[in-house]
């Protein structure tokens, strides 16, 4: 039995919900982890460049040959009230867990993937690719929980999504590119429903920003919750620019760090 924490699409975005029991099978990782594709489409895709020896980590293992291991992977949201606002208030308790107190540069969320440096250069490009990043996907989440309301989430994707995180120059240097040679790579990659260039810049055709409320948003609306995302209660795991956390009096946890060490 292989047991996984919440089900990552269920909780951000997909074609299931947490109410649904899913099991980690051979279609949900090609739904999801795969975007629908499996090694063989890519290389059929790719003319020979790449083999299926290459994709060895991503080819799965036979209906047949999963039968006959037994092997059954599950997810602790199937079975538990899956909130991670309160998982990490568990943490904090429990374990001493802290979360940070400077504000970064993509999302107002102070205590997630905050051991992760590179994760602001992967989110951007995913912004640059199709035009949200990780501050739409947080502010879903926290609406959907009724701690936020749509005009407080489109609030914070305004003051996040677009921001070039400050450590992509480290980045860049550290893999040999200059930001020409970066924007330049990310160019075919960007979705043209969402993308167009205008006088050789891109702009986005459209963005949730630009729907505050509608018929269709007001239907889907939740019963707000007293436990406020923005309020004076949560400030320390919510960057709430009218009224900033406070410091811990360690500068791991309240100086960002631009720079990394290559171990």
Do not use: C
Not at 79 to 84: P, R
Not at 151 to 174: C, H, Q, W
Request: aromatic share 12%; no cysteine; proline share 3%.
């Amino acid at each position: 039995m292989i047991i996984w924490g919440e089900h990552g699409f269920a909780e951000l975005t997909g074609i299931v919900s947490l109410e649904d029991f899913v099991e980690f099978t051979r279609w949900n990782r090609k739904e999801h982890d795969m975007r629908g594709f499996e090694p063989e489409d890519v290389v059929e895709k790719s003319n020979g460049e790449i083999t299926m020896r290459d994709l060895d980590p991503y080819i799965f293992p036979s209906d047949e040959a999963l039968e006959k291991t037994e092997v059954r992977g599950i997810y602790m949201s199937n079975f538990f009230d899956w909130n991670a606002k309160d998982a990490v208030e568990r943490m904090m308790s429990k374990w001493d867990f802290k979360p940070i107190s400077y504000e970064r540069d993509r999302t107002f969320v102070q205590y997630a993937k905050i051991d992760d440096h590179a994760n602001d250069i992967h989110d951007y490009l995913k912004f640059l690719k199709f035009g949200y990043g990780r501050a739409t996907d947080d502010a879903s989440m926290e609406i959907r929980h009724g701690r936020m309301t749509r005009e407080e989430g489109i609030a914070m994707v305004n003051r996040y999504d677009a921001n070039t995180p400050s450590s992509l120059k480290p980045y860049l240097e550290f893999m040999g590119l200059t930001e020409e040679e970066f924007y330049a790579t990310v160019e075919s990659m960007r979705d043209p429903d969402i993308w167009e260039k205008k006088e050789g810049k891109w702009v986005m055709k459209d963005s949730v920003a630009n729907h505050l409320s509608n018929d269709l948003t007001a239907k889907a609306s939740v019963k707000q919750v007293e436990d406020r995302t923005l309020s004076d209660q949560n400030k320390h795991l919510y960057f709430n620019p009218d009224n900033t956390p406070e410091k811990l009096g360690d500068e791991r946890l309240d100086i960002k760090q631009k720079t990394f060490k290559i171990l």
